[in-house]
């Protein structure tokens, strides 16, 4: 069985603080993996992908990916209220198509 | 660019009865995939359409079918609906070849 860890939280961070959310996967053929942000009652919203090894930035956020070890993060600088979301990480499985197995998410909270 | 949309909304059924849930892809994503989401979890992948075809199918019984359209569109079918088919069901749109899914905002089932 195929899949993908995150612990469910909740992370309590205060506001201007790094949020560091970790992840772990069991398939080591994925390649792909990607960060959706979810807020209550709403669907995912993709807000990074990574696809080597290493880091990859965008605006506050960034993703790090260590395939060695089956792990990847996301780091959130300056943490905002509204980021206060749930984190979903997903990875690809290897071969065929693009199915994406996910964590069962993070819980987010930044308090002022 | 449009992005995804999904009707309904929300849904109240009753079990043993059968239920068509909606979905349209963004503009020039080719690709379908359809996700039931529980309360507390990550997506599950229920199964992928491309060229009017299931391209994937992942552990869901065959009361679940679905449907591509020539204009990228998708129908997702449940028969025989059971009080465990309650889920937020979300349909998300990419383009072949590449792996990032964006996803709709969702239809909420209520199976009583």
């Known amino acids: 069985q195929k899949e993908v860890e995150q612990n469910s939280g909740p992370l309590s961070v205060p506001e201007g603080a790094i949020a560091s959310l970790n992840c772990t996967y069991s398939d080591r053929g994925s390649q792909s993996f990607f960060w959706y942000r979810q807020y209550s009652g709403k669907s995912p919203e993709l807000i990074m992908s990574i696809y080597s090894n290493g880091d990859k930035e965008d605006g506050r956020f960034t993703a790090q990916l260590n395939k060695a070890s089956q792990y990847v993060s996301l780091l959130i600088r300056d943490s905002q209220p509204s980021d206060s979301a749930t984190y979903l990480c997903a990875g690809t499985i290897s071969g065929g198509y693009n199915k994406l197995i996910f964590g069962a998410g993070t819980r987010l909270a930044v308090h002022p | 660019e449009t992005g995804v949309t999904q009707s309904p909304t929300h849904l109240i059924k009753t079990r043993g009865q059968q239920v068509t849930l909606r979905c349209s892809s963004q503009?020039?994503?080719?690709?379908v995939s359809w996700y039931q989401q529980a309360l507390g979890q990550g997506p599950q992948f229920i199964f992928q359409y491309y060229r009017e075809e299931e391209n994937g199918r992942g552990n869901f019984p065959p009361r679940f079918s679905g449907l591509q359209f020539p204009n990228y569109s998708s129908e997702l079918n449940v028969n025989a609906l059971e009080l465990d088919d309650s889920a937020l069901y979300l349909c998300?749109?990419?383009?072949?070849?590449?792996?990032?899914?964006?996803f709709g905002p969702g239809t909420r089932l209520t199976v009583t």
């Open positions: 503009s020039g994503h080719n690709t």
């Open positions: 998300a749109s990419s383009f072949t070849g590449r792996d990032e899914q964006y």
